[in-house]
């Protein structure tokens, strides 16, 4: 999903300094080769797809390739209500689309409204509206990103991609998607318990026919440098080849374990970006194409890219993140700079490490905007920093051990933080997302441009 990344940027480009952005995705520094993705035909799945659990050819397969494909896992009726929704949300409307009206599905980017903030509630920096771009902010330089909207259209090289980011943290929709039972069954087959209970996806992502006067589709590899440990991708309605369906590069999780400083953070090194060349050159990607309720998994690692999309269908994906229940460390906190100073993101010990040198943006200054990605179901590190196995897969379960039900309600990231709930309070379903909080309501300032954020990820555990 290439511009989601993008998307989130927005404005001015401050200078990067210290951590990684949570917002940044590592691409190649070559272009990918014109190679066209294999789609995944129910003939060429391992024996087990319609079936819970991992067959020993499956198991096989998600070692060597690191994905599986589900078929059918949840029944096409559970999405009726939600698709139902889409089609009447605001933009949609807005923008002359209609369900019995396949023609007004092409390349709405220029009927849609070039505002992005419905949904929103007057809650940025403790109360007050969402900035937009061109407002002055007392918490950011003018023009900062402001972090995902519940609601955004992007247009990639070819086709609008809406991110329904808000419908990510609906209860109900996270209970017929993430939070499935069939799913978690999956999620605890493959990864092995306790298992984190998801409580928010990143929403439905809606690829739509592309506008046929423009340029063809292209893929756009990279990796999400996330935390997730296992992802996955459920389809809502059917997707055929050449129509946007979610395309990975099999085995690329495997090339790019070894190369992280972390077995459980990704921690890239200048060998992980050769890595990340060479499978966008060599690698044969695949399309998943399957029907409404067919489930891709694969490990959290995987290079992925949009799916080019030909089609006259809008592609109906809900993308998911999962983890095992661990003892986490810091968020991936990112602090705007202000007055002309960089943007800082806090490290792997809750550090913000603001430059001291004599620029206009005072160090002290902690009434400044702190977001993070908020879509994400885990935003933060995992404690435990040492280096990869010898087996990257040392601590899954990949249908080793029967499944038990080991999954764990423990607390979302912005309960533990008290953050405001990304859902809206009093909005209708589908709205809401995280606002910024300023930075001294989450850490302290020690001196030295240091601020240290007191990590609450595992008080839950110990009470
Ligand atoms: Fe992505």
């Known amino acids: 999903m290439i511009t989601e990344h993008k998307s989130a940027i927005g404005g001015s480009h401050s200078p990067q300094s210290g951590m990684r952005d949570p917002e940044a995705a590592m691409f190649a520094r070559v272009e990918p080769s014109d190679r066209v993705p294999r789609p995944t035909p129910r003939e060429a799945d391992p024996p087990g797809a319609d079936r819970l659990g991992l067959t020993a050819e499956e198991q096989v397969q998600f070692r060597e390739k690191g994905y599986v494909i589900k078929r059918g ?15 009447k949300q605001p933009p949609i409307l807005s923008a002359g689309i209609s369900r019995d009206n396949p023609a007004s599905w092409e390349g709405p980017g220029a009927r849609w409204p070039e505002e992005n903030r419905w949904g929103l509630t007057d809650n940025w ?6 900035p937009s771009l061109d407002d002055d902010r007392p918490g950011a330089t003018r023009g900062e990103r402001v972090g995902r909207l519940p609601y955004k259209l992007t247009l990639d090289r070819s086709n609008n991609v ?38 928010r996806n990143r929403g439905l992502y809606a690829v739509f026919p592309r506008d ?9 590899p990279h990796m999400d440098q996330s935390l ?12 055929g080849p050449r129509s946007g369906g979610f395309t990975i590069y099999p085995a690329s999780a495997r090339m790019l374990y070894p190369t992280s400083q972390q077995a459980l953070n990704w921690t890239p090194t200048e060998t992980s970006q050769e890595l990340m060349d060479h499978i966008t050159a060599n690698v044969e990607p ?11 998994f694969c490990h959290g690692w995987t290079v992925h890219s949009a799916g080019l999309q030909e089609s006259g269908n809008i592609r109906m994906a809900v993308i998911q993140d999962f983890n095992r229940v661990r003892e986490r460390g ?38 400044r905007e702190v977001t993070n990605q908020w879509i994400m179901d885990s935003n933060e590190f995992v404690l435990d920093s040492q280096a990869p196995f010898d087996d990257m897969f040392a601590d899954w379960n990949l249908g080793q051990r029967p499944v038990a039900g080991n999954i764990i309600d423990e607390p979302p990231w912005w309960r533990k933080y008290g953050l405001p709930m990304p859902s809206g309070d009093g909005m209708p379903r589908g709205t809401g997302g995280m606002p910024a909080v300023p930075l001294s309501e989450i850490a302290a300032y020690e ?3 240091v601020w240290r954020v007191t990590s609450r990820a595992n008080d839950w555990m110990t009470g």
């Not at 896992?73 to 089609?87: C, G």
């Not at 996270?174 to 092995?192: F, K, Q």
Request: charged content about 20%; glycine content about 16%; overall charge negative.
């Open 212 to 220: 046929r006067s423009g340029p063809k589709s292209k893929l756009g």
């Open 447 to 449: 001196g030295g441009g």
């Open 162 to 199: 809406w991110r329904w980011h808000g419908i990510g943290h609906d209860p109900e929709f996270v209970a017929a998607t993430s939070a499935h039972p069939r799913m978690l069954h999956m999620i605890e087959a493959l990864l092995g318990g306790p298992v984190k209970r998801p409580w």
């Open 228 to 239: 997730t440990e296992l992802q996955a991708v459920t389809y809502l309605d059917d997707v």
């Open 330 to 367: 810091h968020m991936r906190w990112s602090a705007a700079g202000k007055n002309g100073g960089p943007r800082i993101n806090c490290d792997y010990d809750g550090a913000f490490v603001f430059p001291v040198d004599g620029g206009e943006d005072d160090p002290a200054d902690g009434r």
């Open 125 to 130: 920096m403790g109360g007050g509206a969402w």
């Open 73 to 87: 896992l949840i029944p096409r009726s559970e999405f009726s209500p939600f698709l139902d929704l889409w089609w």
């Open 286 to 296: 695949i399309e998943f194409t399957g029907m409404a309720g067919d489930v891709l």
